[in-house]
């Protein structure tokens, strides 16, 4: 029996023959890619919108990343196949337009309250404070929370609201993606990581460990819970309070309007060349159970 060809020698030799064989072998090769990043948007077979039609638009995405890939992208099939992957199912959504858009109002006034607090506290609010600012009891605020975790408000908008009117990619891609070094963006992402690390350590402690466990880790809402033992609505919440935080304090940090709003390429160089962070020990993760 024939063993099965290593991807870079499948690759190389559909973009000779452009063989439909190979494509076919090829896209099968990564169909798992689709529920990979399904599961990491928070769907599941079971949730509330037709897993099967947000499937299908995950396979549009990597049937075009098949017949498009180039190696001079300088990124592997796999992760330009997830980046058309997830970006296909986001514009679906968008489309279905899913968030209501009295909840989307909601979310933006939350952050302009966290924002206007960040200002006058010189810290980042509690819980209460946001309620009691917005005339809101802690039930409401906390399902505004998990609205603002939703699939289109996440990091990718956090990126967004730094400027950039570059809508095909996001943070959340940026930071799977292989990037190289742009000498021309060196002294401007020293200030855009110094802006994001600070903005990232300023949130408590468990949003921190939230995000690094969801977009370092790569695990899914349902993981974290288990990992931390709390249900996985608690983590929703978590995660959205954690990003809604961040975008308020990186639209109020006075520098980065004072020399102009950095490109998304930059503000998630900030990021990806920092090392990944250690996965979290043991002790840190029974403190936040």
């Known amino acids: 029996m024939d063993e099965p060809r290593n991807e870079v020698e499948l690759i190389e030799e559909f973009l000779t023959t452009h063989s439909p064989e190979l494509r076919e072998e090829l896209i099968l090769r990564y169909v798992s890619l689709i529920h990979f990043v399904l599961g990491r948007l928070g769907f599941n077979p079971y949730g509330g919108i037709e897993y099967d039609d947000l499937a299908s638009q995950g396979m549009l995405g ?12 300088g990124t592997r099939l796999s992760t ?10 986001l514009d679906y959504l968008r489309d279905l337009d899913w968030l209501p858009r009295m909840a989307r109002q909601k979310v933006r006034s939350m952050q302009s309250a966290i924002g206007e607090l960040e200002v006058k506290l010189h810290r980042l609010p509690t819980d209460e404070e946001v309620a009691s600012h917005l005339n809101l009891g802690l039930d409401e605020l906390s399902q505004i929370q998990m609205d603002s975790s939703r699939v289109i408000i996440s990091l990718d908008e956090t990126t967004n609201k730094m400027g950039s009117d570059d809508s095909e990619s996001s943070m959340h891609e940026w930071l799977m993606d292989e990037q190289q070094e742009d000498p021309s963006d060196m002294y401007e992402e020293k200030d ?3 802006n994001l690390v600070n903005a990232i350590k300023a949130l408590p402690e468990r949003d921190q460990l939230v995000l690094s466990l969801y977009y370092f880790e ?5 993981e974290i819970g288990k990992t931390l033992e709390i249900s996985e609505s608690r983590v929703c919440q978590i995660h959205g309070r954690a990003v809604v935080s961040l975008q308020a304090l990186m639209n109020g940090d006075s520098s980065t309007k004072k020399r102009g709003r950095p490109s998304k390429r930059e503000s998630v160089k900030a990021v990806t060349d920092k090392p990944s962070p250690e996965p979290p020990s043991r002790p840190m993760l029974d403190k936040y159970r």
Not at 62 to 73: G, Q, W
Not at 80 to 89: E, F, G, P, Q
């Open 80 to 89: 330009y196949a997830t980046l058309k992957i997830r970006s296909k199912v």
């Open 218 to 222: 790569e695990l899914t809402f349902k």
């Open 62 to 73: 990597l049937i075009e990343a098949v017949d498009h890939y180039d190696p001079a992208f």
């Open 192 to 194: 855009t990581r110094a």
